[in-house]
């Protein structure tokens, strides 16, 4: 190992705590430990040190702070020698690992740390011509044997940058390099003592494995960045209190990839909120190579086949992006069948779907007046939000006054336009504004509202006016036309509602 320099200067010297000076009967000595522990939660922490060196008291106080949560989370900055610091501190204070409830870890393929060991603890015999032998540490194995060393951990989010292996495209390493022996098809009889208190995971690496959410506790899990579900072989093992998933594929989910969801979805049989967020932007999944094109169409029913195993019990779905603050490319929505039932899902409520997975990137004339919104929607649906839609799916709305008894629950449906797929929020609010759906779903207890991205709004819209187009509808039913000039006021804002 390294010579033990300080993982957070001037205290880390576990071994000389000579600077320390004893409380006495001081006046802070005499304040509530609450009290002093509120105050050292404003602190940075450079204060934080400086007070941990006052006192033994106030140093307890001052380290419950420092190691509550640990963040290495800088993408720029090399990591291995503060991880290994941080190790050596939790190997030799157990009573500091306790401490730490949240970490932000970003860990790179590409640091290594080296460090000098006796040759005598690799060699039996010892090498005449050679002490010390040069060890080296990847970051993300050192991040791993931390992860281990932390039993009450509740909070981790942990990203893995690494360079795709094109020899092996099938078999991403992230797991194997994190947890050295890692085997997928018998690492789940391994207990992980830093993921069995774990709240809620945020995981950005290339693949991830059933053992990382075995934790009895854990209620949510976020998979941020497309990845592999590994195959394991328990499918009897549960994880009951996981209530929110997030997961991140890229569109070849919708033409038959994917095949180990399904199983992976089974160990949660207490889900309630499934998203299920597509992306082919980044450029470093190799393993998965068959996104949607011309060539390869998909179809939304491919991917509700694999969310079967949860289809009966989740209460919210979510399909596609929510990013609308940010311009999105998502050139799969163009290359897309039409939907298959959605009516298995027998307690959603919620639903959030791109208008391309309900109907199809290519809608035959008359497709949306023949589509019987019982046929397609749950029954239990109480809300309805399409993101890119179409202005055709106002015919499809509007039949929501004949099959109120089907759909009884259902109270909101908002429509989020996007100027990169789908039409445009102008042609809703003005072109169509005349549109019956307006007016048949309020009397049935349906609030209907048409939404724009800030980014999207064009400077021309002003010049709409309803209120001018009405007033002139209503002149003309007196007579001939007359000319009326639209006022440069948004009356409608960023909400059209109905």
Request: proline share 6%; aromatic share 12%; hydrophobic share 40%.
């Amino acid at each position: 190992m390294p010579e033990p320099i300080a993982w957070i200067d001037k205290l880390d010297d576990i071994e000389s705590p000579t600077s320390i000076k004893p409380f006495g009967s001081s006046f802070i000595g005499r304040l509530p430990t609450e009290l002093l522990q509120l105050v050292a939660s404003f602190l940075s922490e450079g204060s934080l040190v400086n007070v941990a060196l006052v006192a033994t008291q106030l140093r307890a106080i001052a380290e419950r702070e420092l190691y509550h949560f640990l963040e290495f989370s800088d993408p720029e900055e090399d990591h291995t020698n503060g991880l290994a610091f941080l190790y050596r501190t939790l190997a030799q204070r157990p009573d500091l690992s306790k401490m730490v409830k949240r970490m932000y870890l970003h860990a790179d393929q590409s640091h290594i740390l080296q460090f000098p060991v006796p040759s005598s603890n690799i060699f039996v015999t010892g090498l005449s011509f050679l002490e010390v032998t040069a060890v080296e540490v990847t970051e993300g194995a050192m991040a791993g044997t931390l992860f281990r060393s932390l039993p009450e951990l509740e909070r981790l989010d942990f990203s893995y940058e690494f360079k795709p292996d094109y020899s092996d495209p099938g078999n991403p390493t992230c797991m194997s390099t994190i947890f050295p022996g890692f085997n997928d098809q018998t690492s789940h009889k391994t207990e992980l003592g830093a993921f069995q208190k774990l709240k809620t995971l945020a995981w950005y690496a290339s693949d991830f494995h059933w053992i990382l959410a075995k934790s009895a506790c854990l209620k949510e899990l976020r998979i941020e960045r497309t990845c592999k579900i590994l195959e394991d072989t328990a499918p009897e093992e549960k994880a009951n209190q996981l209530k929110r998933f997030l997961y991140t594929s890229r569109s070849s989910i919708l033409g038959g990839r994917y095949d180990t969801l399904p199983a992976f979805l089974g160990h949660f049989p207490g889900l309630d909120e499934l998203q299920i967020d597509i992306d082919d932007m980044l450029d470093d999944d190799s393993w998965d190579s068959q996104d949607l094109s011309a060539q390869h169409q998909g179809c939304i029913s491919s991917l509700l086949e694999k969310l079967a195993p949860v289809a009966p019990i989740i209460t919210r779905l979510i399909i596609g992006t929510q990013l609308f603050e940010e311009i999105q490319e998502n050139p799969w929505l163009s290359h897309l069948l039409p939907v298959g039932d959605l009516t298995v899902f027998h307690r959603l409520l919620h639903l959030h779907v791109p208008h391309q997975c309900l109907f199809g990137s290519f809608e035959p004339q008359g497709f949306h007046i023949s589509t019987y919104p019982a046929e397609l929607l749950p029954s239990t649906l109480e809300e309805l939000e399409v993101t890119y839609p179409k202005t055709s799916i106002l015919d499809f709305l509007a039949k929501l006054a004949f099959c109120r008894k089907e759909l009884p629950a259902l109270r909101k449906v908002r429509l989020i336009c996007g100027n990169d797929h789908g039409d445009p929020y102008n042609d809703f609010a003005f072109e169509l504004h005349d549109h019956t759906v307006w007016g048949t779903l309020k009397p049935i207890g349906i609030k209907l509202t048409v939404e724009y991205r800030k980014q999207d709004w064009q400077e021309w819209w002003d010049s709409y006016d309803l209120k001018s187009l009405d007033l002139a509808a209503w002149q003309m039913s007196f007579g001939p036309p007359i000319t009326s000039t639209c006022s440069n006021t948004r009356s409608f804002g960023i909400l059209y509602e109905y």
